[in-house]
C-alpha cells in the first residue's frame, strides 16, 4: 500500500555474475602451466583478507536477517490484533491529506537509504583503509623479504663458481678413480696379490728402521747429556786447577809487600766492623768486639760448644771509656750472654759472630737515645728483678708554667732493646705526676704521639723529642 521495500527486497549491482572458479585454469593446465610466487603473494596479503571479511559480514548479516525476520513477525502480529494509528490516519484522511502523507513516507524512505547508504560507504571505506593497511604490510614483508634475497643471492652467487670448479674437481676425481679401478680390475690379479706381499713386507722393514732410528736418536740424547755431564765436569776441574795454581803462583812468587797489603786490608775490615779476631784454633775461637768485650767461643773441631760461650767485658775499656748508665751495662752484658747460650745449639761460628754484632749494635743506638736525653733532663735507669724483663728508663720533666713535676718511664723489654729501632713500635710508656695542675693522660698522649712518628730509618733522638713535646703541652 505504501509502496515501501526491505533492504533485503533491494537489488544491487553485481560485479559478476561469473564465479571466480570459472575464470581460473582447469588443474590439469595449472599442473601444466606453474602458478608464479606473485600471485601467492597476491592472493595471501589481498584475498585471503577479502574472504576472511566476506566470512564475518555473511555471518552478521544471516545474523541481522534473522532478527529482522522476528521483529517483522512480531509486527505483523501486532498489526492483526489492532491497527496501528498510521493507516487510520490514513484512511480517515482525505485524498490531499493521503497524498501529503505518502509524500512524507516516501521523505523518510528516502531519508533511510540515504543514511544505510552512508553508513555503508563508511564501512566500506573502514575496510578499504584496513585492506590497504595490510596491503602496505604485506608490500613492507616483501621488500624486507626481497632484500634478504638479494643478499642471500649475492652470497650464493659468490660461492657458487666455486661450488661448480669443485663440483668439476671432483667429477674428474671419480671419473679417474673410476679408470683406476676399471684398470685395477682387468689387470693380473695374481701380479696384483705379489705386488700387495711386497708392499707389506717393505712396510714391516721400514717399520723397523723407524725403531732403529728411534732407538739411535734415544741414544744420542743419552750420550749428548753424558757429554753435557762431562763438561760441566771438565769446567769444575779446570776452575779447581787454576784456583790451585794461583794458589801455588802466590805461594812461590808472593813478598813481604803483598802480606802487609792483605793485613791491612784485613785490619781495615776487622775496624770497619768493629771486630778484631785474636785466636783461631781448633778448639777455640776469640774475637773482640769493639775493643769494650772479649768472647771466647769453645769448638770441637772448628765447631762451637753454644752452652760454653762466655762474654767479658775489657777490663781497659772501663778506665778508656766513661760508663754514663752502669747498671745498663751489666744488663747489656748478661742479656748477650744469654741470648747466645739459650739460643738453638746448632749455631756456628758466623752465625754467633752476627748475633753478636747485631745486638751490640742495638743497644748502641739505644744508649745514644738515653745520651742525649741525658743532655737535658735527668735519666734514671732501673732494670726489674730478672735479667728477662728488661729495664726501664725514667726521665724526669718539670713544667715551670703549672709548676708541675712529671716522669715519663721508656719500658724496654729483653726483645725491644735487642733488636732496636726495628721494635721501636713495640716499645711501651708510662706517665706519672709527681705534683702540680697537670693531666697524665695529656702527657702520656703526646709522648705516644711522637713515638709512633718514628721509623726504622728515621728514629734520631725520638726519645727526646717525645720528653719536648710532652713539655710543649704546657708550655
Not at 48 to 72: A, C, F, N
Not at 238 to 255: D, G, H, L, M
Not at 445 to 460: F, I, M, P, S
Request: aromatic share 8%; charged share 25%; proline share 3%.
Amino acid at each position: 500500500m505504501t509502496g515501501i521495500r526491505f533492504m533485503d527486497e533491494i537489488a544491487a549491482p553485481r560485479r559478476s555474475t561469473v564465479h571466480p572458479s570459472a575464470l581460473r585454469p582447469s588443474r590439469r593446465q595449472s599442473t601444466e602451466s606453474e602458478i608464479p610466487l606473485s600471485e601467492y603473494v597476491v592472493a595471501m596479503a589481498v584475498d585471503v583478507p577479502q574472504l576472511e571479511l566476506y566470512t564475518h559480514v555473511s555471518k552478521d548479516l544471516q545474523l541481522w536477517i534473522e532478527r529482522i525476520k522476528g521483529i517483522y513477525k512480531e509486527a505483523e502480529d501486532e498489526a492483526l490484533k489492532m491497527t496501528p494509528e498510521l493507516f487510520q490516519e490514513f484512511v480517515l484522511a482525505d485524498e490531499e491529506g493521503q497524498n501529503e502523507l505518502l509524500h512524507q513516507l516516501k521523505l523518510i524512505k528516502v531519508n533511510k537509504h540515504a543514511q544505510a547508504k552512508s553508513e555503508w560507504y563508511d564501512w566500506k571505506m573502514q575496510w578499504v583503509e584496513q585492506l590497504y593497511e595490510k596491503a602496505d604490510q604485506g608490500f613492507r614483508d616483501l621488500e624486507a623479504d626481497a632484500k634478504v634475497l638479494e643478499n642471500i643471492i649475492r652470497q650464493t652467487q659468490e660461492v657458487v663458481p666455486a661450488l661448480n670448479e669443485e663440483y668439476e674437481n671432483l667429477l674428474r676425481e671419480l671419473e679417474q678413480e673410476q679408470a683406476d679401478v676399471a684398470e685395477l680390475e682387468n689387470c693380473d690379479q695374481d701380479y696384483l696379490n705379489e705386488l700387495k706381499t711386497t708392499i707389506q713386507e717393505q712396510s714391516v722393514a721400514l717399520e723397523a728402521f723407524r725403531a732403529d732410528v728411534d732407538e739411535g736418536k734415544a741414544k744420542l740424547d743419552r750420550l749428548q747429556e753424558k757429554l753435557e755431564e762431562i763438561g760441566a765436569q771438565k769446567l769444575e776441574t779446570t776452575n779447581a786447577i787454576q784456583v790451585a795454581e794461583r794458589q801455588v803462583q802466590v805461594q812461590k812468587n808472593s813478598t813481604h809487600a803483598e802480606v802487609f797489603r792483605l793485613k791491612d786490608e784485613l785490619e781495615a775490615l776487622q775496624n770497619l766492623h768493629m771486630l778484631q779476631v785474636t785466636k783461631v784454633l781448633p778448639e777455640l775461637f776469640e774475637f773482640k768486639y769493639a775493643s769494650s768485650y772479649d768472647v771466647s767461643v769453645p769448638c770441637e773441631n772448628f765447631c762451637p760448644v753454644v752452652k760454653e760461650v762466655s762474654i767479658m767485658r775489657v777490663q781497659s775499656a772501663k778506665l778508656k771509656y766513661k760508663d754514663a748508665f752502669p747498671a745498663l751495662s751489666a744488663l747489656i752484658l748478661k742479656t748477650a750472654s744469654s741470648l747466645i747460650t739459650r739460643s738453638n745449639g746448632d749455631l756456628s761460628v758466623r752465625q754467633i759472630v752476627e748475633c753478636l754484632g747485631d745486638y751490640w749494635s742495638a743497644c748502641s743506638q739505644l744508649l745514644t737515645q738515653l745520651k742525649l736525653v741525658a743532655i737535658k733532663y735527668p735519666v734514671a735507669v732501673t732494670h726489674g728483678e730478672d735479667d728477662d724483663s728488661g729495664f726501664t728508663a725514667t726521665v724526669t720533666i718539670m713544667l715551670p708554667s703549672k709548676k708541675a713535676k712529671a716522669l715519663i718511664s721508656f719500658i724496654f723489654d729483653t726483645r725491644t732493646f735487642s733488636s732496636w729501632p726495628i721494635s721501636i713500635q713495640s716499645m711501651q710508656c708510662d706517665v706519672k705526676v709527681a705534683y702540680g695542675p697537670v693531666q697524665r693522660d695529656t702527657l702520656q698522649e703526646a709522648v705516644l704521639g711522637r713515638l709512633k712518628e718514628a721509623t726504622v730509618a728515621d728514629n734520631y733522638g725520638c726519645l727526646l723529642d717525645a720528653c719536648t713535646v710532652a713539655l710543649d703541652c704546657y708550655a
